[in-house]
């Protein structure tokens, strides 16, 4: 979160050197004024020579406190519409966040992002298969949403675990995710 436009160029070259032609970077959760200077210093860097950033994905900060993996859970909060707003109004084009469907607000903020034509992920989550299902029907979800491979590798792994099935709330997203016919 602290590269200058010019490393970020820098990695768009090496990117071109290695075949790719488009990326996504994806900035995990930190302060919002640290997040909005690096959505700034992503807008300028140069894409000439290099691969073409499609766009940023925010992988936080409307994450589940429960599942913050690697991200500071003291910046990790309810979505907040003015909070979005502000990040979109940066420098780089946000194309995908990810967001706990149980979280306060969260089914406002999707229906939002998806108005904006953002795509939106549900990752570091505790919601249960209900919740899954309500995320999923806010409209062309199947399509729309993209699942954190990681997250949906460990929410179907605990669907083989029967104690975990005995509890709604572990692999509640797998089975929401598999019991999902869109």
Same mark, same amino acid.
């Given at each position: ?9 820098? %990695? ?7 075949? %790719? ?11 919002? $004024? *640290? ?27 409307? *994450?589940?406190?429960?599942? /913050? ?11 907040? !519409?003015? !909070? ?9 084009? %946000? ?15 999707? $229906? ?7 795509? %939106? ?13 309500? /995320? ?20 179907? $792994?605990?669907?083989?675990?029967? $104690?975990?099935? /005995? ?9 929401? !995710? ?5």
């Amino acid at each position: 979160l602290h590269a200058t436009a010019e490393d970020v160029t820098a %990695v768009g070259r090496a990117l071109a050197r290695a075949g %790719v032609l488009l990326y996504q970077p994806t900035l995990i959760t930190a302060p919002p $004024e *640290l997040t909005r200077l690096a959505l700034t210093t992503i807008g300028e860097a140069s894409t000439d020579g290099g691969a073409r950033i499609l766009g940023a994905h925010l992988e936080g900060p409307f *994450l589940a406190a429960e599942r /913050a993996g690697a991200h500071p859970r003291e910046w990790l909060r309810a979505p907040d !519409l003015d !909070l979005l707003a502000s990040f979109l109004l940066c420098g780089c084009p %946000v194309t995908t966040v990810t967001v706990a469907p149980e979280l306060e607000r969260a089914h406002e903020t999707i $229906e939002g992002l998806l108005a904006k034509g953002v795509t %939106v992920s549900i990752g570091h989550t505790d919601a249960t298969a209900p919740l899954a299902h309500a /995320a999923f029907d806010q409209g062309d979800i199947h399509r729309e949403f993209a699942i954190a491979s990681h997250e949906l590798a460990r929410a179907v $792994e605990r669907i083989d675990q029967p $104690e975990a099935l /005995a509890d709604q709330r572990h692999g509640a997203l797998g089975g929401g !995710l598999l019991g999902n016919d869109g």
